[in-house]
């Protein structure tokens, strides 16, 4: 089960202590001490709850057209899974947040998640 009102807060914090950062709160917003194939299904589950909501469609495929400099096209659960790493995980948990709270992203945090997709 995701923690959707974990307080997620790295990207301010340099170096490997921000990275250890990041991994402690992604773990810890999934509710695991370690990383194991639950955080995938996870994942899935996120997923799955808020796919028909319009503000994350067009996050999902923001992702696509963005491409994570990758040389191929990425599928929906992929695109999920690199909005999970370092340099999107923040933004896009507040998203979750906001989808949880409120069943629809603010349209700052919507935007700033858009940015960061740009």
């Known amino acids: 089960m995701y923690n959707y009102n974990y ?4 990207s301010h914090i340099n170096g490997d202590i921000g990275d250890t950062t990041y991994r402690k709160h992604l773990l810890g917003a999934c509710n695991r001490n370690n990383w194991n194939d639950d955080i995938i299904k996870i994942q899935d589950n ?3 709850k808020f796919k ?3 503000k994350f469609k067009k996050i999902i495929k923001k992702g696509k057209e963005y491409g994570f400099n990758l ?3 990425l599928d929906e659960q992929f695109i999920m899974s690199m909005l999970f790493s ?3 995980y923040e933004t896009f948990h507040k ?3 906001d989808l949880f709270n409120n069943n629809e992203i603010s349209n700052d ?3 700033q998640m858009t940015n960061l997709l740009s």
Not at 7 to 10: A, E, G, K, R
């Open 109 to 111: 945090n919507f935007t």
């Open 7 to 10: 307080d997620v807060s790295y």
């Open 71 to 73: 040389p191929f096209e």
């Open 52 to 54: 028909d909501n319009q």
């Open 95 to 97: 998203c979750l947040k």
């Open 86 to 88: 370092f340099n999107f």
């Open 46 to 48: 996120i997923y799955d």
